[in-house]
């Protein structure tokens, strides 16, 4: 890539985020962007990970990721977040501690659905980050999920929910979704005997 074409890279990367889809990776994804993931600092990327993973892997949703700081550079959220592309339908934010990130863009975005997923993090473990994210004032509402890993997961499938709406084969991966999970209880019924026997 040439001089040139790593300084676009890079402007379009601090304007709009990474693309991760099925394919690959920034240049190597294709797709238009359905939801943005976004967090307060990369420390928060392996948690939100489960996120993208799940959208890519399970319901095939390509996404944008980028970090966006409230706390250490809010002018630069507000230009992001007031510019996304306009494929993009759901936003998912994660931040840990004072986590004022997903109300924050719940108020510059009247027009979208904003996820919120509090990181497990610090002397308070993530109640912090959850009760921030959960007790907005009336007019703004933010989708928060549990703290953590299973929170990771499951603002992925809520935003998959969303685009169903739309999208009968985001739906159909749902469903899909749905059954492997059932086939791993019934996995575990017939694996349950077996297991009995070792606590006897
Ligand atoms: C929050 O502070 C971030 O979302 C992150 O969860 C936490 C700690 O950030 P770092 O100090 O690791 O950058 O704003």
């Known amino acids: 890539m040439s001089q040139d074409e790593e300084i676009i890279r890079h402007a379009l990367t601090a304007e709009h985020g990474v693309l991760v889809s099925s394919q690959g990776v920034g240049a190597d994804a294709q797709g238009q962007p359905k939801v943005l993931v976004t967090m307060g600092s990369d420390s928060d990327l392996p948690l939100m990970m489960k996120a993208v993973n ?4 399970e319901f095939g949703v390509p996404c944008l990721i980028q970090i966006n700081s409230v706390h250490r550079d809010l002018r630069s959220v507000v230009r992001h977040i007031e510019d996304l592309p ?3 339908q759901v936003i ?4 840990g501690g004072a986590a004022h990130l997903p109300g924050n863009i719940a108020d510059l975005r009247a027009d979208l659905p904003v996820i919120g997923v509090p990181r497990d993090l610090g002397a ?3 109640i912090d980050a959850l009760l921030s994210m959960v007790q907005m004032p009336e007019g703004a509402p933010v989708a ?3 703290i953590g890993d299973a929170g990771a997961v499951n603002a992925a499938i809520h935003a998959a929910k969303e685009l169903a709406i739309a999208d009968p084969a985001i739906k159909e991966r749902l469903l899909s979704y749905a059954e492997k999970r059932k086939a791993r209880v019934q996995k575990q019924n017939e694996g349950l005997e077996q297991k009995l026997q070792g606590f006897s």
């Open 124 to 126: 308070l473990k993530g």
């Open 86 to 88: 306009a494929s993009v």
């Open 54 to 57: 799940t959208l890519r892997d």
């Open 144 to 146: 928060v999920m549990a």
């Open 92 to 95: 998912i934010a994660c931040a």
